[in-house]
């Protein structure tokens, strides 16, 4: 009896002090964010981290627990061989999380969850090709090494207990122990008495969100992850479905409730010279307005997109919807919000239901066409595309192999290049009534990305000269577009997928983090204009279909950022926040501490340029209720 009570609670602490021990290696492996904190808050953090490691702890003994009550029946060589390979397996396992976790939380900005796991799957090329083949191998030797010390305590802690273990006189009362033991491991995986279970919320002490994310068990974020994956139904019906359409009347476009609301053509903001001009959409890898000098941003960065503004719309004010490219692109090409923990890539059978540009346009008499250097199937992309109504996609198969030399496939010139020949070729073929129709297209740079190995090298910093090299990709795309006849009549529209790399470091619990630029230029485009409204991405549908004279009520969650009666807002979503903008306020929710991380009024220099702005913002009170809204369980937004 006390050889096994003791080798129960050994190896329970055991699991405890790995995790308690994972947290300063993660603090000293990424000391340069934590560079500014006081030497107390390494003890914090493991403090207030220990709640979560104590909780999987008890996870993890329960299998040992059930082995140590079989072990009162038999100490065959058959069960040690159960034991060593359980924990053999969790060795493993937890060297994965670990290594894996710290390699990808520079790129990610969030502990661990089940985020990676679906683009690792869905292609794992891809998934990879943010870093170099170095780092996957020094990776692996670093989970071998990791894994091989925990197999080897594991091993010495239970060889001790082994040799000590017989089989006892009274196995009944043993068992019924161990069992009793065992099953109190519920106390520490519940999380305690309260009505609240354990979850990564709880470890959450800090204004510092890095801190924050340091106290977090990876292992158990992953777990809680892949265990609300799949009933989505369940996890925001919090509420009846008429209080939420109550609530939401405030936040959406007119023509959402009334398909008959028209802007009245004194109220009307024309950008374009022409009702149905051609549309290409340009979006840029990872770009961020504090790459561009127009915006307050980097000096000799951007320094054609810098240009290009002051000869096209730029809107000053305008957010990201969130933080990864599948995200971005649903939310810019079919007006649909990012969804916090999962994306909607994922599920094909959803996807074909969404409202597309390119489907309103293509209804509309457009071409479609959709030009990629790398992975179409990567998050399940061409799926999306095909049913959002791309009639033609091109991808890394339609490069030559001598072409496809960045690790995200063809380098950003080349795909420019693809698509200027194409317009060319369509130039010169006069006799072609499919030519004579508009078209949209739409051009994906993958340059500016991890590991930002470019053929151009004009800036010191890689990320910085990565973001270069692109934009004079950009720059030079348009000097050559200038001189077809196509551009006279083309609206070209310049977004990134959202920010990413730089600036450095933001955490998602920052305004920052998700201000992009939304520029227009082309030679349909009416004069050179600053807006100062606010939006987001999902904003650009209603917005251009308005422009082009088109329907868009079925865009439910896009506005029309130029329509005076419209709320003037932008949303943005993450794994572990969601946030609101206005000329007013700023709003950003935690999820995980469950509660308010950022609510602010602007200053009184940004309320008088709101006044002067033709807008329509949210009125106080409205705001107020988002606010409530924020804090009631349907936007808890944990998947």
């Known amino acids: 009896m006390k050889e096994r009570l003791i080798g129960l609670i050994k190896t329970y602490i055991l699991f405890v002090c790995i995790f308690i021990l994972q947290k300063p290696l993660f603090i000293l492996y990424y000391s340069s964010l934590y560079a500014g904190t006081s030497w107390t808050d390494p003890f914090k953090v493991i403090w207030n981290g220990l709640p979560l490691d104590l909780s999987l702890a008890g996870y993890l003994t329960a299998i040992p627990g059930l082995l140590f009550i079989a072990s009162a029946w038999t100490l065959s060589k058959a069960l040690r061989r159960i034991w060593n390979g359980y924990y053999f397996f969790i060795a493993i396992l937890l060297a994965v999380i670990f290594i894996v976790d710290i390699g990808l939380y520079e790129y990610w900005g969030f502990r661990l969850d089940a985020t990676p796991l679906f683009y690792f799957f869905s292609s794992p090329k891809d998934a990879l090709a943010s870093i170099s083949i170095w780092q996957v191998l020094g990776g692996i030797v670093a989970m071998i090494l990791y894994a091989s010390l925990l197999y080897a305590l594991f091993l010495w802690i239970q060889k001790g207990i082994w040799k000590r273990m017989k089989l006892p006189y009274r196995r009944l009362s043993v068992s019924g122990v161990m069992l009793l033991l065992t099953g109190l491991l519920f106390i520490p995986i519940r999380g305690g008495f309260t009505v609240s279970t354990m979850n990564t919320g709880k470890v959450y002490f800090s204004s510092n969100q890095r801190l924050n994310h340091a106290a977090i068990n990876p292992a158990f974020s992953l777990m809680e992850s892949l265990s609300k994956q799949k009933d989505f139904g369940k996890q925001y019906r919090f509420m009846e479905a008429a209080q939420a359409d109550e609530l939401i009347k405030n936040l959406v476009d007119p023509s959402v409730l009334d398909s008959t609301a028209m802007v ?125 109504g791309f009639e033609n996609i091109i991808s890394d198969q339609d490069f030559p192999v001598s072409e496809r030399l960045s690790k995200w496939g063809a380098h950003d010139h080349l795909v420019f290049n693809r698509l200027l020949e194409d317009m060319k070729a369509e130039a010169a073929d006069t006799t072609s009534a499919e030519n004579a129709r508009p078209f949209f297209q739409v051009l994906q740079t993958s340059s500016s990305h991890e590991p930002f190995e470019v053929p151009y090298r004009r800036l010191a910093n890689d990320r910085l000269n990565a973001f270069a090299y692109t934009d004079s990709c950009v720059g030079d795309f348009v000097k050559r577009f200038r001189e077809l006849p196509q551009w006279k009549n083309t609206v070209l529209v310049l977004v990134p997928d959202h920010l990413g790399a730089y600036p450095e470091h933001l955490n998602n619990l920052s305004v920052d983090r998700y201000q992009i630029p939304l520029l227009l230029i082309g ?62 306020n700023q709003l950003i929710f935690n999820c995980e501490a469950n509660a308010v991380a950022v609510s602010r009024p602007y200053s009184r220099m940004m309320r008088i340029q709101s006044k002067r702005m033709r807008t329509k913002p949210l009125k106080q009170r409205d705001y107020q209720q988002m606010i409530i809204w924020s804090r009631s369980p349907a936007f808890q937004l944990r998947c």
């Not at 549908?541 to 506005?559: E, G, I, N, R, W």
């Open 264 to 388: 009245p053509d004194t109220l009307r903001t024309t950008l374009f010279k022409t009702e149905r001009p051609n549309v290409i959409f340009v979006i840029l890898e990872s770009f961020s307005s504090r790459l561009m000098t127009t915006l307050g941003g980097e000096p000799d960065v951007a320094v054609q997109i810098d240009s290009l503004a002051k000869e096209g719309v730029l809107f000053t004010n305008f957010y990201a919807n969130s933080f990864r490219t599948d995200r971005g692109l649903v939310a810019i090409l079919s007006g649909y919000p990012a969804q916090p923990t999962t994306s909607i890539m994922k599920y094909p059978r959803k996807t074909q239901n969404l409202p597309a540009i390119a489907g309103s346009l293509r209804d509309a008499g457009y071409r479609t066409k959709y030009y990629y250097g790398g992975d179409a199937d990567f998050t399940n992309m061409r799926s999306y595309l095909m049913s959002s």
């Open 523 to 584: 030679g349909a485009v009416s004069e050179p204009r600053r807006i100062d409204i606010y939006g987001s991405q999902h904003d650009i549908a209603a917005t251009l279909l308005a422009q082009l004279s088109l329907p868009h009520q079925d865009f439910v969650f896009s506005k029309d950022m130029l329509n005076p009666a419209s709320p003037h807002f932008a949303f943005f979503a993450v794994p572990d926040a969601f946030g609101m903008v206005t000329p007013d």
